[in-house]
């Protein structure tokens, strides 16, 4: 809240604002001083100073004294959030969208990927062409930085804690992540973070996960594959493999159901984790029964135990063994 205190008081000058409501003065002592009548009281002699450079006032008639936003309080007598959004109204200072926030947010965390910390884990997940990188939009979020960085922009503190890049702590809800995009049809909705240490994995912020990720890519194409994660993602994009997409999680919403099915005669691959408690498989089972309900043609890729796409390319598979485990992929399951 200070910050957004203090970036009002900056875009809002005392003396500018009494000079719109047609106060009178006449400069004392070093030229950054002002005297004039007391807007806040009757009187017949100057009592009311205002030092322009440090964008206050007091007024030896009355006793009163502040800065603009008190200045306001008192003369229009508002509550202070109200002065606050007279003020913003009055400067025509502009508040930023929730998207804009998020657009700014993710572009900071794209200026943050050549940190070491952020490559080296990539590396060592199995991705490295930076073009792809690029292409999904990928960042990193360092944590403890972003907030001053966003105040300093102009978004206000409120924005940030309402959009949920921020908590009530005012700490960022980002710390050593990679952070990716996620779109509604062209809307940026949503980040998803992915942590690099041993904290909870995935994390979106507040607010709807989107459709599936980067679908403007994929949808034209008749054949899709269909995996969990980002990272799963990431690395059939490096190996060639351009048609898949990411449902961000092993269930489907409604709109990403509806995205896959708006080709009637479309082929679905689903390549989720082959997890040794069976849920990936379990959740692919559902799917591809959803799938089949709707129309499409689904067939379920059977991992080796234990490995999801991601990890089957680390442990040194390559795209035509990958390839080969779609050509055996299953269309009758249980």
């Known amino acids: 809240m200070e910050r957004d205190l203090q970036y009002i008081k900056h875009q809002a000058p005392l003396l500018e604002y009494l000079r719109r409501h047609n106060w009178t003065a006449r400069q004392v002592g070093s030229g950054q001083e002002f005297v004039g009548l007391c807007p806040l009281h009757p009187e ?9 450079s440090k964008n206050v006032f007091y007024c030896h008639g009355c006793g009163r004294g502040g800065d603009v936003i008190r200045f306001v309080q008192l003369y229009l007598e508002l509550p202070f959030r109200e002065t606050l959004t007279h003020l913003k109204q009055e400067f025509g200072l502009y508040e930023p969208s929730q998207e804009e926030a998020l657009k700014e947010a993710l572009a900071f965390y794209q200026s943050q990927l050549q940190a070491g910390e952020a490559r080296y884990y990539l590396y060592r997940r199995g991705i490295h062409d930076s073009s792809v990188m690029r292409q999904m939009g990928m960042g990193y979020a360092p944590g403890g930085i972003l907030r001053r960085h966003m105040l300093q922009l102009g978004y206000s503190f409120d924005l940030l804690l309402q959009v949920g890049l921020i908590n009530g702590q005012g700490h960022d809800t980002f710390c050593r992540r ?3 995009p996620c779109f509604r049809q062209e809307r940026l909705v949503n980040l998803y973070g992915r942590s690099t240490e041993g904290s909870t994995c995935h994390r979106f912020l507040r607010g709807p996960k989107g459709g599936l990720f980067a679908w403007n890519i994929v949808r034209s194409s008749p054949s899709v594959i269909l995996v969990e994660g980002l990272f799963d ?9 351009v048609n898949a997409t990411s449902a961000l999680g092993a269930h489907l919403s409604q709109l990403q159901l509806g995205q896959l099915c708006d080709q009637p005669d479309r082929q679905v691959f689903i390549a989720f984790d082959s997890d040794p408690n069976g849920a990936g498989q379990g959740a692919a089972r559902f799917l591809a029964q959803r799938l089949t ?11 080796p135990e234990g490995q ?24 009758r399951w249980p």
């Open 44 to 52: 017949t002699h100057p009592s009311f100073y205002v030092n322009a």
């Open 178 to 180: 990679i952070v990716l």
């Open 233 to 241: 993602l990431a690395v059939l994009w490096q190996s060639g493999l």
């Open 293 to 303: 309900d709707a129309g499409l043609t689904a067939f379920i890729v059977n991992l």
């Open 308 to 331: 999801d796409p991601n990890s089957y390319f680390v442990s040194g598979a390559s795209a035509e063994e990958f390839r080969r485990c779609l050509e055996a992929a299953e269309n």
